[in-house]
């Protein structure tokens, strides 16, 4: 059994993260700063005010008033995807015909994206979007 050298708790053999603290196992694969998994008392504190990260500009209260937690840091890029994924599709859907076509389909799927991020938060998860999610902008 290894013990986390942040907070002291047992954590099970090739666990990649502490399921105390949420500290990544050093040797660990943490992609874009995020580990996939936080604190339980991190989710539950901060569960509710992440719900605001999908919608629009609002992300950055969360993010601003929860700068420590990193199930709101993860949720505040995943929701500034998205609007910047929103922000492009409206851009592009001023050209005539075609660009009208790629701004149904991709407000269709920034609609499904919403739900599924505020899904997300709902359950205490950190799963990245589809497509877009995998972006970094926020560390």
């Known amino acids: 059994m290894a013990y986390c050298r942040y907070c002291g708790a047992e954590m099970p053999d ?6 105390s603290c949420g500290a990544a196992v050093e040797g660990s694969r943490n992609t874009g700063g995020f580990n996939t998994y936080s604190s339980p008392n991190d989710i539950e504190d901060n569960r509710l005010i992440s719900i605001l990260c999908y919608f ?3 992300f950055l209260i969360p993010y601003l008033t929860k700068p420590e937690s990193q199930f709101v840091r993860f949720h505040s ?6 609007l ?3 922000v492009a599709a409206g851009i592009a859907s001023r ?3 075609l660009g009208w076509i790629i701004g149904i389909v991709c407000g ?3 609609f499904v994206c919403f739900i599924i991020g505020i899904v997300n938060v709902c359950n205490g998860e950190m799963k ?9 902008i926020i560390k």
């Open 84 to 86: 910047l994924f929103l």
């Open 14 to 19: 090739k666990s990649a993260y502490c399921p």
């Open 108 to 110: 269709i799927f920034a």
């Open 56 to 58: 629009g500009i609002l």
């Open 128 to 136: 990245e979007l589809p497509i877009i999610g995998q972006i970094r």
């Open 95 to 97: 050209i005539p015909f």
């Open 77 to 82: 890029n995943q929701g500034l995807v998205l």
